[in-house]
């Protein structure tokens, strides 16, 4: 490969190779020279995807070292949190620099997902190591990303090691949350549960909505935090119906709304009053790549501008944005065309990002993805 200045991000694209020597199965782990022949680092190749080779190391280790010492870096670097908290993302992939692995711990379960081919190759030692540093009831493993085929690789989802529930009860602070082994990612959005936290003080005595509630993450930080009344809205049945059983199992019968609709329809509709003392938005990514930025921004705009219209004013709009392409600036520029349109002014209260356990690594860009603004929205004038 041409000669760059040393960054530390592990991609390296197909167009940055001039020379692949040797025999070589796709997934296996191989050496990557600069054009002088210096060594540059060591991971797995996979020719059919745009970048050819993700590095795990930029010294020449074995793969059992490699596996070893990622892993132990990754415990290392989340021992507070390990040590505070039920559930946590043990291995984010690039942010760990174990590209294609992630591991989130759920209590005395494991929940592992493999996105790439190279990372397939590994998933025993992977194991085999996880399974010497964690007293384990189980590890799943529930490899059900689209991006799997890209790989060539088909949807796994069982269990590796002992067994366990379908659905994953664990403690977050002092209410029960889930992990749906049939549900999104790995089950939960571990990535939201302090930004939750954060909405402690907007909560007391409020009408709220959650917005593409999941299994009610937000409803339920909203209800131990004195919410009058929530009301829930996902387009998933399933995901809603785990809502509701852990609403009743915190206690908070009688104060939520479950509505299984689409989000976009129901925020038209709603948007027509100011009912909401608080409205809570936490979307999917809307774009996969840079190429998809400009209808992400369109989404986002829509769901926000009604949110806006649906809250009294002053009201408290809580909004999130994981699509990874649109920068925190892209997402403000979002909220102040939607204030714009609404003719309201954004006052931001809080900004919360990703927690400590979704590193954001400053060599690799694509690491940072959550925005999380808690504002308060007011008429203008
Ligand atoms: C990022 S997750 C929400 C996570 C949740 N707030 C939490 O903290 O656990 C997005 C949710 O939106 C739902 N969803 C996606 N598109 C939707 C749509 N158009 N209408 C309703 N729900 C939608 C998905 O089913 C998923 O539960």
């Not at 590994?122 to 059900?144: N, P, Q, R, T």
């Not at 790995?186 to 509630?213: E, S």
């Not at 209800?223 to 929530?230: D, E, I, N, R, T």
């Not at 003392?277 to 989404?299: E, T, W």
């Amino acid at each position: 490969m041409n000669k760059i200045k040393r960054n530390y991000h592990p991609w390296i694209y197909s167009t940055e190779i001039s020379r692949i020597d040797g025999e070589f199965e796709e997934g296996q782990l191989v050496d990557v020279f600069l054009q002088d022949g210096k060594f540059f680092g060591r991971g797995y190749i996979n020719t059919r995807s745009k970048i050819t080779v993700r590095l795990l190391t930029t010294q020449p280790k074995t793969d059992r070292q490699i596996v070893e010492e990622r892993i132990e870096q990754a415990i290392k670097r989340r021992e507070q949190i390990l040590n505070s908290e039920h559930a946590c993302r043990l291995i984010y992939s690039e942010s760990d620099w174990l590209a294609g692995l992630i591991v989130d711990k759920y209590d005395s379960y494991l929940v592992i997902q493999i996105n790439t081919l190279g990372m397939e190759k590994l998933k025993d030692m992977v194991v085999g190591v996880l399974l010497k540093k964690f007293d384990v009831a189980g590890i799943y493993e529930k490899s059900d990303s689209p991006v799997r085929s890209k790989e060539g690789l088909n949807e796994v989802c069982q269990w590796l090691y002992g067994t366990g529930p379908e659905v994953i009860f664990y403690r977050s602070e002092d209410l029960t949350l889930a992990a749906d082994l049939k549900g999104q990612k790995t089950g939960a959005f571990l990535d939201q549960r302090f930004n939750a936290r954060a909405i402690l003080p907007y909560a007391k005595d409020k009408v709220c909505v959650d917005v593409f509630a999941y299994t009610g993450n937000f409803a339920l930080h909203l209800l131990k935090y004195g919410a009058k009344h929530v009301k829930l809205i996902d387009y998933s049945e399933r995901s809603l119906q785990i809502a509701e059983q852990l609403l009743k199992m915190n206690g908070f019968g009688g104060r939520y709304e479950l509505i299984n609709e689409n989000a976009f329809d129901w925020l038209r509709r709603e948007s027509s009053q100011e009912k909401y003392d608080l409205v809570v938005l936490d979307p999917p990514s809307f774009a996969k790549s840079a190429s998809s930025k400009i209808s992400a921004q369109r989404g986002h705009k829509e769901i926000n501008l009604r949110a806006m219209k649906s809250l009294k004013k002053p009201g408290i709009l809580v909004s999130s944005c994981c699509t990874q392409v649109l920068s925190e600036q892209d997402f403000e520029a979002v909220l102040q065309d939607s204030a714009d349109d609404c003719k309201v002014q954004v006052c931001i209260l809080y900004r919360g990002s990703q927690p400590a356990d979704h590193p954001v690594l400053l060599d690799i860009p694509e690491t940072r993805y959550l925005k999380f603004h808690i504002m308060q929205i007011w008429r203008r004038g």
